[in-house]
């Protein structure tokens, strides 16, 4: 008998929980294929060591972007593959819930449960990521108060309010993590004239990338290829510069906090002020966001203790009292 | 014979009256009961050990993404 499993199908990780068990994995979302042939070389964090450093014929690729299939075919190998590894097989089909973006269209979310029957799923339904975050980060949301929760993932922020079990006001913009990966990418390669992987992008945004100044700000050494030359080459780049240039991703989170915020009834609106935002996911361990969201929106914003895993564990809560929360899935009747 | 055809429309249409009545009122309280169920599956005390368990969990190194 398959035990029942709750996966948050995230744009840069994807972490699958097991019904009595809890969190038994917790890999990025890559997949690394043989040009070629087809055939799959790795998945998870052996593919997501292979990112940009790969020879001709092996290509590492993230089949997800801005929390959709970009690639339906390699995502349903790659949900596959992570399914046998935590045990299931074509005997042991379970019932699944998959966390997705709650603006995924129509078509994005029968990719989605398509993806997952055909790699093994005995059933799937889906559940929006903001419920699942309000849920894993112990938000009292069964009660009639104002409940605000911040979702930021690698290729989407949500921002949602929550009352009495249900979603009273959404926003989402598929911006997340990887557009400031990329903007950094972008702004070494205009301003300084070398190019760098992804992977070098992120380390930047992690050492010393921020939202809002920060006490303790160092310089970094950045290494890459000189466009011109072609030459490596290495730079210093100030946490000033790293901030200027993620400046539009940061802008587009916070409006849409503030845009969610003014879509809420004034009776929960008051809520917020003392209870505050909490804000979960990759993307909200940025320096200094939660005091820019907080001086932007003069809202206290709080850090989720389960940033990463919120989401699953949400979801992972929904497999445990199945029968109870299905009215919680997508398209569901309420 | 057209008494009997009376008393048993009649007898049908009352069936079908408290079948009807029957149906209603358990519709209505099923939607009470499974909004009930679904709050009290919500509650911190039905999640405690669902969100206790990432105790458990292992947190990634540094040289892994961070994001989500």
């Known amino acids: ?334 | 014979m057209t008494v009997a055809v009376v008393v048993a429309v009649v007898v049908i249409v009352a069936v079908a009256v408290a079948v009807g009545l029957v149906l209603r009122t358990r519709t209505s309280s099923d939607g009470v009961d499974s909004f009930r169920r679904q709050i009290d599956a919500l509650s911190p005390e039905a999640r405690r050990p669902t969100v206790d368990q990432v105790k458990n969990v292992e947190r990634p190194g540094d040289d892994e993404p961070e994001d989500q």
């Open chain 1, 1 to 334: 008998m398959a035990r029942d499993l709750a996966i948050d199908l995230g744009t840069a990780n994807t972490l699958v929980y097991m019904k009595g068990r809890g969190i038994v994995l917790n890999e990025p979302s890559v997949i690394a294929l043989n040009r070629q042939t087809g055939e799959v070389l790795a998945t998870g964090r052996e593919a997501w060591q292979m990112i940009g450093r790969t020879p001709g014929y092996i290509v590492a690729v993230r089949p997800l972007r801005g929390g959709a299939i970009t690639d339906f075919e390699i995502t349903e190998r790659m949900i596959r593959l992570l399914l046998q590894r935590v045990g299931v097989s074509r005997f042991t089909r379970p019932k699944v819930v998959i966390c997705v973006p709650s603006a995924i269209t129509e078509v994005e979310r029968r990719a989605v449960t398509d993806a997952a029957r055909r790699a093994g799923a005995a059933d799937a339904n889906l559940i929006e990521q903001p419920m699942a975050a309000a849920i894993g980060a112990d938000l009292p949301i069964d009660e009639p108060v104002g409940n605000m929760v911040i979702d930021i993932g690698g290729g989407t922020s949500e921002t949602a309010v929550i009352s009495l079990g249900g979603i009273v006001a959404l926003e989402a913009v598929r911006v997340g993590s990887f557009d400031i990966d990329a903007a950094i990418q972008n702004y070494v390669r205009r301003e300084h004239g070398i190019a760098i992987g992804e992977r070098t992008a992120e380390e930047i945004k992690v050492a010393i990338g921020s939202a809002d100044p920060t006490h303790d700000e160092n310089q970094a050494e950045v290494r890459g290829r000189d466009l011109m030359t072609g030459l490596p080459k290495t730079v210093i780049l100030t946490p000033e510069e790293v901030r200027s240039a993620i400046e539009d991703v940061v802008s587009s989170i916070v409006s849409s906090v503030i845009r969610c915020l003014s879509k809420a009834p004034p009776e929960l609106s008051q809520d917020f002020l003392v209870r505050g935002m909490y804000l979960v996911g990759g993307g909200g361990l940025l320096r200094g966001l939660a005091e820019r969201i907080e001086r932007e929106t003069e809202v206290p914003v709080r850090m989720s203790n389960v940033p990463l895993e919120a989401v699953v564990l949400g979801a992972g809560h929904v497999i445990e009292h199945y029968e109870a929360l299905k009215g919680m899935f997508m398209g569901a009747r309420r």
